[in-house]
């Protein structure tokens, strides 16, 4: 969250509020193919207490896919299944892609405010040191000898 209390009474994508016959009817769907989809585990509304399904705006999307899917693009329901479990895994990658990438530049962030504070502390009466150029002579010595 983004550290803000939430309206309990905002709705969102999420919220589940359609009950199975609403949720047919926004689908498309028959409420007894709701039913099946929710036992193979395609869509699976929330519960009330009393066990009744209550379907999201999220949920009738994704029963239109289900649908589209199945009807216009022939995939059978495993293959669909497989198709949502794939989707979902890519979103939380992609998430967690978004997580790690602000991670990053909130430490690069931290890292060059680091390097302008010790920058910044330097002293600036020292002369800064410049290597010399070393001559190329070449200096030979040879130890006098002890007869001469």
Same mark, same amino acid.
Request: hydrophobic share 35%; glycine share 6%; aromatic share 4%.
């Given at each position: 969250?983004?550290?803000?209390?939430?309206?309990?009474?905002?709705?969102?994508?999420?919220?589940?509020?359609?009950?199975?016959?609403?949720?047919?009817?926004?689908?498309?769907?028959?409420?007894?193919?709701?039913?099946?989809?929710?036992?193979?585990?395609?869509?699976?509304?929330?519960?009330?207490?009393?066990?009744?399904?209550?379907?999201?705006?999220?949920?009738?999307?994704?029963?239109?896919?289900?649908?589209?899917?199945?009807?216009?693009?022939?995939?059978?329901?495993?293959?669909?299944?497989?198709?949502?479990?794939? @989707?979902?895994? !890519?979103? #939380?990658?992609?998430? +967690?892609?978004?997580?790690?990438?602000?991670? *990053?530049?909130? /430490?690069? =962030?931290?890292?060059?405010?680091? @390097?302008?504070? !010790?920058? #910044?502390?330097?002293? +600036?009466?020292?002369?800064?040191?410049?290597? *010399?150029?070393? /001559?190329? =002579?070449?200096?030979?010595?040879?130890?006098?000898?002890?007869?001469?």
């Amino acid at each position: 969250m983004d550290g803000r209390r939430r309206n309990p009474y905002q709705l969102t994508d999420e919220t589940p509020v359609y009950v199975i016959s609403v949720a047919a009817q926004l689908s498309g769907l028959h409420p007894q193919t709701l039913r099946q989809y929710d036992r193979l585990g395609l869509v699976s509304p929330d519960r009330t207490p009393g066990r009744g399904r209550r379907y999201s705006a999220r949920d009738i999307d994704l029963l239109r896919t289900v649908q589209q899917l199945s009807q216009e693009e022939g995939i059978n329901l495993a293959g669909i299944k497989r198709i949502i479990k794939l @989707e979902n895994q !890519v979103a #939380a990658l992609q998430s +967690r892609v978004a997580e790690l990438s602000s991670a *990053v530049e909130g /430490a690069a =962030a931290a890292m060059q405010q680091r @390097e302008a504070a !010790v920058h #910044a502390s330097y002293r +600036r009466d020292l002369v800064p040191y410049q290597d *010399v150029q070393q /001559a190329s =002579a070449l200096v030979v010595w040879r130890p006098k000898r002890a007869t001469e």
